[in-house]
């Protein structure tokens, strides 16, 4: 019996550690892998265990904006992606009377995004859109205690060493070799 419990408290011991992964821990493991046409969320306590092939959920037990603010940091210290914010277009509309808190949100969420690329949808757009991108790439959705509606952060993420305008101009100058 002594061996038995032995052999369990080595195997609690070798595996405890990779049981407490934290998000953060998950997120620094992640990021490297991701680039361009990856998607990471940071969505509210509703939002639904979206199902895909690419999509992975981790429940982080944090408020939305620490999260966001890290998240965000782990991205600006990256060397190959960067951020393309996309925001429910549904949350301008959410009253405080209804949602408690929403617009003291929304303020943080504008003071804590400051001049990004920020995009808004309608949060079945985005959902849609994910699902379809979850067949082909990584999703990685951010699970926090928030419990407002609409305040779901999608994240696309692209390449940092090639902007839009770079990609533009490659296909227009390759439209005029190799049409289309």
Same mark, same amino acid.
């Given at each position: 019996?002594? $061996?038995?419990?032995?052999l369990v408290a080595a195997f609690i011991a070798f595996t405890a550690p990779a049981l407490a992964q934290t998000w953060q821990s998950r997120l620094d493991s992640d990021?490297?892998?991701?680039?361009?046409?990856?998607? @990471?969320?940071?969505?509210?306590?509703?939002?639904?265990?979206?199902?895909?092939?690419?999509?992975?959920?981790?429940?982080?037990?944090?408020?939305?904006?620490?999260?966001? !603010?890290?998240?965000?940091?782990?991205?600006?210290?990256?060397?190959?992606? $960067?951020?393309?914010?996309?925001?429910?277009?549904?949350?301008p509309y959410v009253p405080d009377s209804e949602a408690p808190g929403a617009k003291d949100f929304r303020n943080q969420l504008e003071s804590l995004l400051g001049s990004?690329?920020?995009?808004?949808?309608?949060?079945?757009?985005? @959902?849609?859109?994910?699902?379809?991108?979850?067949?082909?790439?990584?999703?990685?959705?951010?699970?926090?205690?928030?419990? @407002?509606?609409?305040?779901?952060?999608?994240?696309?993420?692209?390449? !940092?060493?090639?902007?839009?305008?770079?990609? $533009?101009?490659?296909?227009?100058?390759?439209?005029?070799?190799?049409?289309?």
């Amino acid at each position: 019996m002594r $061996r038995f419990i032995a052999l369990v408290a080595a195997f609690i011991a070798f595996t405890a550690p990779a049981l407490a992964q934290t998000w953060q821990s998950r997120l620094d493991s992640d990021l490297p892998l991701l680039g361009h046409r990856n998607w @990471i969320l940071i969505v509210d306590s509703a939002y639904p265990d979206q199902v895909g092939p690419g999509i992975e959920t981790v429940e982080t037990d944090a408020n939305m904006l620490p999260v966001l !603010k890290t998240v965000l940091s782990r991205i600006q210290s990256s060397i190959h992606v $960067r951020p393309v914010i996309f925001l429910d277009a549904e949350l301008p509309y959410v009253p405080d009377s209804e949602a408690p808190g929403a617009k003291d949100f929304r303020n943080q969420l504008e003071s804590l995004l400051g001049s990004a690329d920020v995009h808004h949808r309608l949060h079945q757009s985005l @959902i849609d859109e994910v699902a379809k991108d979850s067949q082909q790439y990584h999703i990685l959705i951010l699970k926090t205690r928030l419990a @407002i509606p609409y305040t779901s952060i999608f994240i696309n993420l692209r390449a !940092k060493y090639w902007s839009d305008d770079d990609e $533009r101009g490659l296909r227009d100058a390759m439209s005029n070799v190799h049409p289309r």
